[in-house]
């Protein structure tokens, strides 16, 4: 584990930072918000990679519990983010979720479509859903904990 976090996990922060912060930038969200959008989108990744690797289950449960908790993360984050720099939540929010964006999974279900391999197509959009469905369930899971801790606050 340890070798893990020492290798792959500092390199996969530092590029799920990069990928959120230069998404950022093509979404012309404004600078003061770029350096900390980055830092919400490789925390969510960092979980969901941490999760995947640790989770002794199928393939789907483990896309299922690393996109929902790093979902919530994001979620939670975001609007703690926001609160900070006293900007939207969606500044943070959507370019935080690019690395975790099922786009390797949609181009095998269309691959495989095109390619007459309509069956292993259907066991990558099965993928594809579970992880939109988990991620705005997640979203929602952290809308509800972002507003009762405000309340708690308050």
């Known amino acids: 584990m340890g070798h893990w976090i020492l290798t792959t996990g500092i390199l996969q922060l530092v590029l ?14 404004p600078r ?5 959008s980055g830092w919400v989108g490789a925390a969510g990744w960092l979980t969901y990679e ?21 979902a919530v993360v994001i979620g939670v984050a975001s609007g703690l983010a926001a609160h900070y720099k006293h900007m939207p939540m969606i500044i943070f929010n959507i370019p ?19 390619t007459g391999h309509p069956h292993v197509a259907s066991e990558y959009l099965a ?8 991620i705005a369930i997640g979203f929602l899971i952290a809308e509800f904990i ?5 309340r708690l606050i308050h």
Do not use: E, H
Not at 16 to 29: D, M, P, Q, R, S
Not at 96 to 114: E, T
Not at 127 to 134: C, K, L, N, R, T
């Open 16 to 29: 799920a930072y990069f990928a959120t912060a230069g998404f950022g930038v093509l979404l012309n969200i």
């Open 32 to 36: 003061r918000a770029l350096n900390l």
């Open 50 to 70: 941490f999760l995947y690797f640790l989770l002794p289950t199928s393939i789907n449960v483990k896309l299922a519990v690393g996109n929902l908790i790093a």
């Open 96 to 114: 935080s979720l690019v690395p975790l964006v099922p786009g390797g999974q949609s181009y095998r279900v269309v691959r495989n479509l095109v």
């Open 127 to 134: 993928q594809v859903v579970i992880i939109a469905g988990v």
């Open 146 to 150: 972002n507003r009762v801790t405000w």
